[in-house]
């Protein structure tokens, strides 16, 4: 493996003049193809659901001060950081549209962001891979995802801003990895940086926070004294500017000048959204789609032992946290050995699928940040280009899975189990997911 990564490597070669030139109206004709596709989508109602509570946040946001927002907005599970994007909708489309009875102008504006978000992460995900490898291959990661029939249904046609969040993510990795080839003041920006935006896409939705290992572990990766104390040093600017900056978005939404009592309520906003549903599995194919339901609480105890009166085990929310935390402690150990980049990448991408495999409270979309990582390594090798093709394949139909028990919910479907739909499409998927990450 090591020489057809190196060999990759090594094929790669500066691209310049009329080269650029070329590769630059390539990527913005694949980008333009991919905003045609997903504007054919657009208009549809989606997961009402969803897209129907961004517009109702947006407009709550347009006529109440922010700091009001919790108050006014009735449900919100959300923490604060995604509220500044629907600020400025709900500021544009108030300013700029004085008529829309069905509201088709404000769902196109409450999905455009995400659809903007797509094209973006393309180019992050073609600037990452063209690090290591040839153009083709970078334009082979962009493509899959960006052309993905999965990436397009949950932007577009769902409503949904996975992509926002994740495009933070990507910002990050890119930086960490562009770091090992600066100079000392440009790494430590680079890595403070990196801290930053991946500490937005926390403030956006929880998933990212699973890397935080991971890039404590980046700085201690290097046996060479100055490059360690670079990281050090953009490590903790990084960790510096990213709590400051969930205490300023607290202040936006919440008043009061004391830091504990800011971070307090935004500590609340996670914990009341990981409260929402405290169920084993929220329609996501993983380890407890094996062979549960899906809805089913995770306080069940496991194993439940009666003695006596009393019944004896863990909840099974506790089992989530523990698989996660050993397979995190071996990803991270892993990573330490190796001290490479690519061995960085595989982290994240074995992280961010851990978390959605091994995780209780998953709804389907929480695998996102892993199907987006993993076209990066298609260069390394088979077995990456199988797993993008499996996730792809399989968040294809948990996606369906969950539009067909929305329509089962809205409709009152007489005799349908909800919590088992699709057994024959749910438990096989959730069986390729869960072995895709083993």
Avoid: C
């Avoid at 700091?67 to 959300?78: E, I, L, Q, S, V």
């Avoid at 003695?307 to 330490?336: C, D, K, M, N, T």
């Avoid at 959605?356 to 280009?385: C, D, K, Q, W």
């Amino acid at each position: 493996m090591r020489s057809a990564v190196q060999s990759t490597r090594d094929a790669v070669v500066p691209v310049e003049g009329s080269s650029a030139g070329a590769t630059a109206l390539a990527l913005a004709g694949l980008l333009l193809v991919a905003l045609a596709l997903r504007l054919l989508f657009i208009g549809a109602d989606g997961f009402k659901n969803d897209v129907s509570t961004f517009e109702a946040w947006s407009l709550t946001l347009a006529s109440h001060p922010m700091r009001d927002f919790f108050a006014k907005a009735g449900f919100a599970d959300y923490p604060p950081g995604y509220f500044f994007v629907l600020w400025i909708i709900g500021h544009a489309y108030k300013f700029f549209v004085h008529s829309d009875p069905s509201y088709a102008i404000l769902k196109f504006a409450v999905k455009l962001p995400a659809v903007l978000m797509d094209l973006v992460d393309a180019v992050l995900l073609f600037a990452i891979v063209r690090r290591f490898a040839t153009l083709p291959w970078a334009f082979a990661a962009a493509a899959f995802f960006v052309l993905n029939p999965a990436a397009i249904f949950i932007s577009a046609y769902w409503g949904q801003v996975d992509s926002v969040a994740a495009a933070f993510v990507l910002g990050a990795i890119l930086l960490v990895v562009r770091s090992e080839k600066m100079s000392s003041r440009a790494a430590t920006a680079a890595i403070a940086g990196a801290w930053l935006l991946l500490g937005y896409s926390i403030l956006i939705k929880p998933p990212a926070i699973v890397l935080v290992p991971l890039m404590l572990a980046f700085a201690f990766a290097t046996t060479d004294g100055r490059v360690l104390r670079v990281r050090l040093l953009g490590t903790g600017l990084g960790l510096v500017a990213a709590v400051a900056l969930a205490y300023l978005a607290s202040l936006a939404f919440h008043p009061g000048w004391n830091p504990l009592a800011q971070y307090a309520w935004l500590f609340g906003r996670y914990q009341y959204a990981s409260g929402v549903y405290p169920d084993n599995s929220v329609n996501a194919f993983n380890l407890y789609a094996l062979r549960q339901p899906f809805w089913q609480p995770d306080s069940q105890l496991i194993p439940n032992i009666m003695i006596g009166s009393h019944a004896y085990g863990l909840p099974q929310y506790v089992w989530g946290i523990g698989l996660f935390g050993v397979a995190a402690v071996l990803v991270v150990s892993r990573y330490l050995q190796r001290r490479d980049a690519v061995g960085f990448l595989e982290a994240a991408l074995l992280l961010s699928l851990g978390y959605f495999v091994l995780s209780t409270r998953m709804h389907e979309r929480y695998v996102f940040n892993a199907f987006l990582i993993a076209p990066i390594l298609m260069f390394v090798g088979r077995r990456y280009i199988w797993a993008s093709v499996i996730l792809s394949l399989t968040l294809l139909l948990n996606l369906a899975y969950s539009f067909n028990y929305l329509t089962v919910m809205d409709t009152h479907v007489p005799d349908v189990d909800a919590t088992n739909l699709w057994p024959w499409i749910s438990r096989p998927s959730a069986l390729l997911n869960v072995a895709a990450f083993f």
